[in-house]
């Protein structure tokens, strides 16, 4: 049974910066690319960002290219998306799935909220 857990979302005040961390189970891990998604509220879920499972690539969407890394630990099956220079437009809920471009599972974690707000 594939899963995902993310965490590590709060209220942050504009400027600030986060970590999240995902970790997941129930495929193998080490060799698969794993992405970060956002769904703001009203909105449809979108890509954040990518990272294949040799770390070498990285993917960003444009509103947060410059603004974010992406790391993975293979050894812990987890993945990590540092962000920065919060805007208000980052409120939304983090979820990570497997893939580079776009989700390979239908299952989702329950996500993780990140509201940036003063």
């Known amino acids: 049974q594939v899963q995902f857990a993310e965490s590590g979302g709060g209220l942050v005040q504009p400027g600030g910066s986060l970590r999240l961390s995902c970790t997941a189970s129930?495929?193998?891990?080490?060799?698969?690319?794993m992405s970060w998604y956002l769904q703001a509220p009203g909105k449809e879920r979108e890509l954040v960002g990518g990272?294949?499972?040799?770390?070498?690539?990285?993917n960003w969407a444009d509103a947060v290219k410059g603004r974010a890394r992406i790391s993975r630990d293979n050894e812990k099956n987890t993945v990590y998306l540092e962000m920065n220079s919060l805007k208000p437009e980052d409120t939304a809920v983090y979820y990570c799935?497997?893939?580079?471009?776009?989700?390979?599972?239908?299952?989702w974690g329950q996500g993780t909220q990140v509201t940036v707000s003063s």
């Open positions: 799935n497997a893939g580079y471009w776009k989700p390979v599972y239908d299952s």
């Open positions: 129930g495929f193998s891990f080490g060799t698969t690319d």
């Open positions: 990272i294949s499972a040799d770390e070498y690539g990285r």
